[in-house]
């Protein structure tokens, strides 16, 4: 995937959906390729972080520091993108959160990519090998429902529930044609 003219891709889909493996494959696919996963900015927070509670309750600080940090991804992307580099960002983008994204990005063209691999290969299969923290089967459940109520009809839907984190990738290329 060379070319002169860099691009924005933003992945996205519910936690352990696949986004950072898909993310990262699909940067390397580039001649210059970035990979952002926002996690990683999340994690520089290292004192004073505020989670959410539950599914569906977001104390204002946690709401403020999620926005914060898909604020300085994009920033990242812009940088990046600016300098000649396809950048491949991997976070949750869920409801308003696509507003945010949009008017981060505002003024550069940008791909949305939804992994919505079913709930049940999230919460058993994939949260089982994972070294990151995750919330467990009702948020997945939570996250799952809003994702696919907020965001229905909103990019380019992959269901990677019986795919490799290369297939998703070949689709990916394949559907977006870089």
């Not at 300085?72 to 950048?87: E, I, P, Q, W």
């Not at 003024?107 to 949260?127: C, I």
């Not at 990151?132 to 809003?146: I, N, Q, T």
Request: net charge neutral; with cysteine; hydrophobic share 40%.
């Amino acid at each position: 995937m060379s070319g002169t003219n860099p691009r924005i891709l933003v992945i996205t889909g519910i936690q352990a959906a696949g986004k950072s493996t898909v993310a990262r494959l699909l940067a390397r696919r580039f001649e210059r390729g970035v990979h952002i996963e926002a996690d990683v900015l999340y994690q520089m927070i290292v004192s004073g972080r505020v989670l959410p509670e539950g599914p569906g309750v977001m104390p204002p600080e946690a709401e403020r520091q999620l926005r914060l940090r898909l604020r300085n991804t994009c920033l990242l992307a812009r940088s990046f993108h600016d300098a000649g580099f396809s950048v491949v960002v991997d976070e949750i983008i869920i409801g308003e959160r696509y507003d945010h994204l949009k008017e981060d990005l505002a003024g550069l063209s940008f791909d949305l990519v939804v992994l919505a691999p079913r709930p049940d290969v999230v919460a058993k299969q994939r949260d089982a090998g994972r070294g990151k923290r995750v919330l467990g089967e009702k948020w997945a459940a939570y996250l799952d429902r809003e994702l696919r109520t907020t965001m229905a009809e909103t990019g380019i839907w992959i269901d990677n529930s019986d795919q490799t984190p290369e297939e998703t990738v070949e689709e990916i290329v394949r559907r977006l044609q870089c």
